[in-house]
């Protein structure tokens, strides 16, 4: 069985998690590839036997879920712990990232990750390219005030991801999320028309 797949993406604080929810209240299925990591790294998560017999078992919490916030700090000091890290993660996403696009009880599916510009697997797996666009300054306004973050830290973030104009160069469609809960709305339920047009005109061999 094969779906009908809208890889979602954006710089962080672009809105993209605000959008995913937009359109799964129109009836998309959302799959998004950090909450299926979350899982897997979760108490009993898939990726946790892999995960502890590559690094030992101080990097579970008592709980059995991954401790990401000593991960993160050794992944950072370590690029090749951070490779075999991502050697375990990034596969058991991706299967689980298609597992679930292909169960999906909906006209199409949201696909939303947040490397998706810098990941040519993803990439391939999607028919259209939806990028969440919004000037730097609002997503670092918007970012400090979701995580408490000075600006610097958001920058670093930022800094590691793909560019606005790498992202636009990929997208086939744009949401500009400058304005407020409305105008972000109006837009998605028009991309929600055009994607159905689109999807009854896409002869299903053909995704
Ligand atoms: P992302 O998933 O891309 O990191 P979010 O959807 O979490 O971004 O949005 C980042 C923050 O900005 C959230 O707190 C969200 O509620 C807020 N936000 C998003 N879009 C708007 C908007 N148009 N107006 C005001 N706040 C917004």
Not at 79 to 99: N, S
Not at 176 to 204: C, I
Request: glycine share 8%; hydrophobic share 45%.
């Amino acid at each position: 069985m094969s779906a009908y797949v809208v890889g979602l993406t954006g710089g962080i604080g672009s809105g993209k998690s605000r959008v995913g929810e937009l359109f799964v209240e129109r009836g998309a299925a959302l799959v998004d590839t950090d909450a299926i990591a979350h899982d897997l790294t979760g108490p009993g998560g898939a990726a946790m036997p892999a995960l502890l017999a590559e690094f030992g078992p101080q990097v579970a919490d008592a709980r059995g879920a991954l401790d990401r916030a000593a991960m993160r700090r050794q992944a950072f000091a370590d690029p090749t712990r951070r490779q075999r890290l991502e050697a375990i993660l990034h596969p058991l996403i991706g299967q689980e990232a298609d597992r679930c696009c292909r169960a999906a009880a909906a006209p199409y599916v949201i696909l939303a990750v947040p490397l998706l510009v810098e990941s040519g697997g993803y990439r391939k797996r999607c028919q259209r390219i939806l990028v969440v666009d919004c000037p730097e300054a609002l997503q670092i306004a918007r970012v400090m005030a979701r995580n408490e973050l000075d600006e610097k830290a958001v920058r670093a973030i930022m800094a590691a991801q793909a560019t606005r104009a790498e992202r636009l160069a990929v997208a086939d469609d744009v949401i500009a999320n400058d304005g407020d809960f409305s105008a972000l709305a109006a837009q998605v339920d028009a991309l929600h028309r055009r994607y159905l047009r689109l999807l009854a005109e896409t002869p299903k061999a053909n995704y």
